[in-house]
């Protein structure tokens, strides 16, 4: 694994978004995992920056997101699949047809994770999988204790999830208990692996993760094992580790 520090969040926020340019430049076709969550949003602005400056041209990228949650439909103000239009797809042109997030509207759980799971072989599978990470160490809505060998599938989110989560909702607004998510074995079957994480909330998991043993336990520690892992994260972050 690669460990790129930044200085701060703008700093990480720049450097994840070049990384995904030179993949887009690369090929023009690529395909894009995305996340949503409160890191990637830098990331995305500096897209849609050099996107109106001319710089990067996402009319062949198809992008498939990790995750969704189980019962709010697309046009729901937190679903990921409004977050991601909010952030970002509005602002770039990412043809509609091209955009992937598992479909939280459907209750049968089952067909809506194998659905999915075919839409990312038919792409071809994922030329870039950008990530966060959560306090507990989740990618996706993978959540402690998950199987590693699980492609798309349901999860109950723990309560320490939906009370990081709350944040996104408004008062009195409950956090969805269920998600729809890309599977361990999904995340490491993509070519690049690109997380983000800053901030002092972030040390002590990445801290685990990183130079801790590889464990179900923290999820995000299977990605010691990717072959072509980046993590860019920022002073704060990066503060516990030994490097
Ligand atoms: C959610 C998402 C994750 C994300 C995490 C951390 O749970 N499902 O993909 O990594 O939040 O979010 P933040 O970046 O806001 O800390």
Redesign the pocket.
Same mark, same amino acid.
């Not at 996340?35 to 990637?40: E, F, L, S, V």
């Not at 990530?131 to 959560?134: A, E, P």
């Not at 989740?138 to 809505?141: N, T, Y």
């Given at each position: 694994m690669k460990i790129i520090r930044a200085k701060d969040y703008y700093d990480m926020s720049r450097k994840a978004a070049n990384i995904i340019s030179a993949q887009v430049i690369m090929k023009p076709n690529a395909v894009l995992g995305l996340?949503?969550?409160?890191?990637?949003v830098g990331t995305y602005k500096q897209l849609i920056e050099w996107y109106n400056k001319g710089d990067i041209d996402f009319s062949s990228v198809t992008t498939i997101n990790?995750?969704e949650y189980r019962g709010l439909p697309r046009d729901h103000e937190q679903s990921y699949w409004y977050f991601m239009h909010e952030n970002f797809f509005n602002f770039v042109n990412v043809q509609e047809e091209n955009i992937f997030v598992p479909d939280g509207a459907n209750p049968d759980s089952e067909a809506a994770c194998k659905a999915y799971d075919q839409v990312i072989h038919k792409a071809g599978g994922i030329d870039l999988q950008l990530?966060? @990470?959560?306090t507990d160490g989740? @990618?996706?809505?993978n959540e402690p204790g998950s199987a590693f060998e699980l492609e798309t599938h349901c999860v109950d989110l723990t309560d320490e999830?939906i009370k990081s989560?709350q944040r996104f909702f408004g008062e009195g607004e409950e956090v969805p208990k269920q998600a729809y998510t890309m599977g361990i074995k999904t995340i490491m079957q993509a070519r690049k692996v690109l997380m983000v994480a800053n901030g002092e909330d972030k040390a002590e998991i990445l801290k685990k993760a990183f130079e801790g043993p590889v464990t179900p336990a923290v999820q995000a520690s299977i990605l010691q094992m990717h072959p072509d892992f980046t993590l860019v994260a920022d002073e704060a972050a990066l503060s516990l580790l030994d490097l």
């Open positions: 996340a949503t969550g409160g890191t990637p990790l995750d990530l966060g @990470i959560g989740h @990618i996706g809505f999830t989560n």
